[in-house]
């Protein structure tokens, strides 16, 4: 099993998004207080590991999302998973999708924990600014660079990745750039891995 990221894992070869909820993406910083950052995308990622780290993961399928993978309510050890990183302040309800998580969400904010120590900008509003500006800057409005790694791995970097302003696009290596998520993943690549 892997970490892909604060709100998606890995479990026996399928991607799965936990349904409900919407973590920081991992190259996010949110506020504190003061005029400080955290790496709130970072330790979303550390709390969705340590949870998993409890126990077997088991799903119970909730369909498909926009790009094709799976949606699912996760639990390891009987705790839900969606539901602890939303109590924890590691990830907002997805109300846009489902209202699930919101009575977590509003003890968490009322608690002022994790991305509620201080009101932070949303993944959904983070993703939006980052894909916007990177649309301007990518050949034919398509920003997702498609890279293979040195383990011939295909790997897709949207924009908000932390390593997307570090990786290049080599289209004479085969590497190349894609207008959405789901045309990346159609085409047989992967998001990164950030977990361990």
Request: aromatic share 10%; hydrophobic share 35%; proline share 4%.
């Amino acid at each position: 099993m892997h970490g892909i990221d604060g709100d998606t894992l890995r479990v026996d070869g399928t991607t799965i998004r936990i349904f409900g909820i919407d973590a920081p993406e991992a190259g996010q910083k949110c506020r504190k207080p003061g005029r400080g950052t955290w790496r709130c995308g970072q330790e979303a990622i550390a709390a969705m590991e340590g949870a998993v780290a409890e126990g077997n993961v088991t799903c119970v399928d909730r369909g498909k999302e926009i790009y094709g993978r799976a949606l699912g309510v996760c639990k390891v050890a009987g705790l839900d998973l969606g539901r602890l990183m939303v109590k924890e302040g590691m990830a907002w309800a997805f109300r846009r999708y489902s209202n699930d998580y919101a009575e977590t969400e509003n003890q968490a904010r009322a608690a002022g924990v994790g991305v509620w120590e201080q009101e932070s900008e949303t993944p959904w509003d983070y993703r939006a600014h980052r894909w916007e500006v990177a649309k301007q800057e990518a050949p034919n409005g398509c920003p997702i660079k498609g890279n293979i790694n040195r383990k011939g791995e295909h790997i897709y970097h949207a924009p908000w990745s932390p390593w997307y302003a570090k990786t290049k696009v080599s289209v004479e290596q085969g590497e190349r750039w894609f207008c959405d998520e789901g045309e990346a993943i159609a085409a047989g690549w992967r998001a990164p891995f950030w977990g361990r």
